[in-house]
């Protein structure tokens, strides 16, 4: 019943920039801080940008802090991850779940940076 479906990536060239889009199926989204995920080949999870429910607070991992923005849209049922300025480090595949009680990960979003 509950959803998590990741959209927005593809190829860009350092530098660039994507917006992530994550559509939620979620009773009592408003309510559920969302964090953006990512995990690149051979290496672990991590949590990059967290948001709180009303969108009062905002964390970023160091590697991203000034580059990406998280939101959310709460009438939408929706989080977004603005990111600006990629590197080929940002490479991985991206993923949105909920900070607490996560859901079953889905397929992601592939963000790809190279030139």
């Known amino acids: 019943q509950v959803q998590l479906v990741e959209s927005g990536g593809g190829l860009v060239q350092p530098g660039g920039s994507l917006r992530l889009s994550c559509a939620v199926s979620e009773t009592f989204f408003g309510i559920r801080g969302m964090g953006w995920y990512r995990q690149a080949p051979g290496k672990q999870r991590e949590l990059v940008a967290s948001i709180s429910g009303a969108a009062v607070f905002t964390n970023y991992t160091d590697s991203v802090k000034g580059r990406f923005t998280i939101s959310r849209d709460n009438a939408k049922k929706t989080v977004y991850l603005q990111m600006n300025n990629l590197k080929p480090e940002d490479t991985a595949v991206y993923y949105c779940?909920?900070?607490?009680?996560?859901?079953?990960w889905g397929q992601g979003t592939q963000v790809t940076v190279s030139s």
């Open positions: 779940n909920f900070l607490r009680n996560s859901h079953s």
